[in-house]
């Protein structure tokens, strides 16, 4: 039986937001040609011009932040554009995402930047002045945030805040002070401070603001939860900064407290994995729900994972099958490959291998490999629907070629044995090695010293690099490798 897609994903992505940079060092202009891509992720609701024209705009900006050592001088956006000329732009290329129905356009350009060039201490200087904008910005944002508060509440006072400009001792009475009104049964009191919170405790600004995107950074620190989560994903990935888990389980919390379902499904995830974070299953099941509930479908497939396998809830697969179900309604592949597996083995649901194969067969037009890899098992069964052997290598090759090492080997077997009558050992050594370059498994190392050992079929016997195969099979215990060599008369 092929792979099933029980392992839980993640979706990371960055959803770009034009903000200008603030107005710093002069320096004499200069002009210098950049080819770069800009990106724009839209709401479903976006019609494609419209997100294409944010792609080019990103792209603009793009250019003029890496034009060299550049410092862009002008305070407004459409300033920030008129210092870029744009010298050629290739079709924009938008493909809709199908686990979240957004729009996600890309364009490419080659544009002429008049830029500044800066000494390193100017550099330096300038990200300096802009760190101090920044969070003297902070702190008058976060006093009129607190002012709202009081006109807004009732029955709580803030007058035990203090002003954010912030030794180490006030940014603590300060947290002790928002942990207490926190608690407080005023709404008002709550949604404004769930904005407030990061202004008392966000880790600080990376050292490589300039050269880092820096357009992300910002809104972040004013509390948009976009721009909070994207923070997260950077810090996940490592993407311009190090990588650093804490510093993604903040942000991500940080959005996620706001009610934004793409980052408390990833901050489920940071739970589970226990990804700067202690590791908590419940928890992780616990913000799953949250994003869940709000219709985000990679939230509802990990919740029926831990359904499933009975990690931080109570084992139940029939609730499992429902979530896979709702999820899979919504075109989410692996959910639909994870549905069709409950189908196949009768868990949680009844047992009805026609029914796996539509599931598998939705799935695999997605593109899902693991999918693909059963839905040519069961066409090799004929269980479910008729047998059909050019389907098995049709589905299979479609899995292999995407990288999906299980895939690779399992075609690189019908190879070898000459499923339906093909007989290629040439295909088989080619799919073999391939799956072997990417995990070193064992048994495509002991199948390759075997075709070399044999030949035929289109391999050439090559004993010496048969026995050297054996030797990686074998040192990872491969008995069948072991016996190999000892047939060959040569030690481990």
Same mark, same amino acid.
């Given at each position: 039986?092929?792979?099933?897609?029980?392992?839980?994903?993640?979706?990371?992505?960055?959803?770009?937001?034009?903000?200008?940079?603030?107005?710093?060092?002069?320096?004499?202009?200069?002009?210098?040609?950049?080819?770069?891509?800009?990106?724009?992720?839209?709401?479903?609701?976006?019609?494609?011009?419209?997100?294409?024209?944010?792609?080019?705009?990103?792209?603009?900006?793009?250019?003029?932040?890496?034009?060299?050592?550049?410092?862009?001088?002008?305070?407004?956006?459409?300033?920030?554009?008129?210092?870029?000329?744009?010298?050629?732009?290739?079709?924009?290329?938008?493909?809709?995402?199908?686990?979240?129905?957004?729009?996600?356009?890309?364009?490419? /350009?080659?544009?002429?930047?008049?830029?500044?060039?800066?000494?390193?201490?100017?550099?330096?200087? $300038?990200?300096?002045?802009?760190?101090? !904008?920044?969070?003297?910005?902070? $702190?008058?944002?976060?006093?009129?945030?607190?002012?709202?508060?009081?006109?807004?509440?009732?029955?709580?006072?803030?007058?035990?805040?203090?002003?954010?400009?912030?030794?180490?001792?006030? /940014?603590?009475?300060?947290?002790?002070?928002?942990?207490?009104?926190?608690?407080?049964?005023?709404?008002?009191?709550?949604?404004?401070?769930?904005?407030?919170?990061?202004?008392?405790?966000? +880790?600080?600004?990376?050292?490589? /603001?300039?050269?880092?995107?820096?357009?992300?950074?910002?809104?972040?620190?004013?509390?948009?939860?976009?721009?909070?989560?994207?923070? #997260?994903?950077?810090?996940?990935?490592?993407?311009?900064?190090?990588?650093?888990?804490?510093?993604?389980?903040?942000?991500?919390?940080?959005? @996620?407290?706001?009610?934004?379902?793409?980052?408390?499904?990833?901050?489920?995830?940071?739970?589970?994995?226990?990804?700067?974070?202690?590791?908590?299953?419940?928890?992780?099941?616990?913000?799953?729900?949250?994003?869940?509930?709000?219709?985000?479908?990679?939230?509802?497939?990990?919740?029926?994972?831990?359904?499933?396998?009975? *990690?931080?809830?109570? =084992?139940?697969?029939?609730?499992?099958?429902?979530?896979?179900?709702?999820?899979?309604?919504?075109?989410?592949?692996?959910?639909?490959?994870?549905?069709? =597996?409950?189908?196949?083995?009768?868990?949680?649901?009844? =047992?009805?291998?026609?029914? @796996?194969?539509?599931?598998?067969?939705?799935?695999?037009?997605?593109?899902?490999?693991? @999918?693909?890899?059963?839905?040519?098992?069961?066409?090799?069964? #004929?269980?479910?629907?008729?047998?059909?052997? +050019?389907?098995?290598?049709?589905?299979?090759? !479609?899995?292999?070629?995407?990288?999906?090492?299980?895939?690779?080997?399992?075609?690189?077997?019908?190879?070898?044995?000459?499923? #339906?009558?093909?007989?290629?050992?040439?295909?088989?050594? *080619?799919?073999?090695?391939?799956?072997?370059?990417? $995990?070193?498994? +064992?048994?495509?190392?002991?199948? /390759?010293?075997?075709?070399?050992?044999?030949?035929?079929?289109?391999?050439?016997?090559? +004993?010496?690099?048969?026995?050297?195969?054996?030797?990686?099979?074998?040192?990872?215990?491969?008995?069948?490798?072991?016996?190999?060599?000892?047939?060959?008369?040569?030690?481990?």
């Amino acid at each position: 039986m092929g792979a099933t897609a029980l392992n839980l994903r993640l979706v990371l992505g960055i959803i770009p937001l034009l903000l200008p940079l603030s107005s710093l060092h002069a320096a004499e202009d200069s002009a210098q040609s950049v080819q770069v891509k800009g990106a724009a992720i839209c709401l479903n609701s976006e019609i494609k011009e419209d997100c294409t024209a944010r792609a080019l705009t990103n792209a603009k900006q793009r250019a003029a932040l890496r034009g060299g050592d550049t410092v862009v001088s002008n305070s407004s956006l459409d300033q920030i554009e008129a210092r870029v000329t744009v010298l050629d732009a290739l079709t924009p290329n938008c493909v809709r995402n199908l686990d979240t129905g957004n729009l996600e356009c890309e364009v490419e /350009i080659l544009a002429s930047v008049t830029s500044n060039k800066l000494s390193l201490a100017e550099r330096e200087q $300038n990200r300096k002045e802009l760190l101090v !904008k920044l969070l003297q910005k902070t $702190n008058d944002d976060i006093e009129a945030q607190l002012q709202k508060i009081k006109e807004n509440s009732k029955t709580d006072s803030v007058s035990g805040i203090q002003n954010l400009t912030a030794t180490p001792e006030q /940014i603590a009475a300060n947290r002790k002070e928002l942990e207490r009104l926190n608690g407080s049964d005023n709404q008002s009191v709550r949604n404004s401070l769930d904005k407030l919170w990061v202004k008392a405790e966000a +880790p600080p600004l990376p050292a490589g /603001i300039m050269e880092n995107d820096a357009v992300f950074w910002k809104p972040a620190y004013e509390g948009n939860a976009t721009s909070q989560a994207n923070l #997260g994903s950077i810090y996940t990935n490592g993407k311009g900064v190090a990588k650093d888990y804490a510093k993604a389980f903040y942000w991500y919390q940080m959005a @996620a407290n706001q009610g934004y379902s793409f980052a408390q499904s990833n901050l489920g995830m940071r739970y589970l994995l226990g990804q700067g974070v202690t590791k908590d299953a419940n928890q992780a099941a616990l913000w799953f729900r949250k994003a869940a509930d709000q219709e985000f479908s990679e939230a509802i497939f990990n919740l029926a994972v831990l359904y499933e396998e009975g *990690n931080g809830v109570e =084992k139940n697969p029939t609730q499992a099958a429902n979530l896979y179900q709702k999820a899979a309604d919504m075109g989410h592949s692996d959910s639909q490959t994870n549905l069709g =597996k409950l189908y196949l083995n009768g868990t949680g649901v009844d =047992k009805d291998p026609i029914k @796996a194969v539509s599931w598998f067969r939705k799935a695999a037009e997605q593109g899902n490999s693991n @999918a693909q890899i059963n839905l040519a098992v069961l066409y090799s069964m #004929g269980l479910g629907v008729e047998k059909n052997i +050019p389907l098995v290598f049709l589905w299979l090759t !479609k899995a292999a070629d995407q990288g999906n090492d299980q895939a690779q080997h399992n075609l690189a077997n019908a190879y070898f044995n000459g499923l #339906g009558g093909i007989k290629d050992y040439l295909l088989a050594m *080619n799919w073999y090695k391939k799956a072997e370059a990417q $995990n070193h498994n +064992p048994l495509a190392q002991y199948q /390759i010293g075997r075709l070399y050992r044999v030949g035929g079929f289109g391999v050439n016997p090559d +004993p010496a690099q048969a026995i050297e195969w054996f030797r990686k099979a074998a040192s990872q215990g491969n008995n069948n490798a072991i016996k190999a060599l000892q047939e060959l008369g040569v030690q481990n």
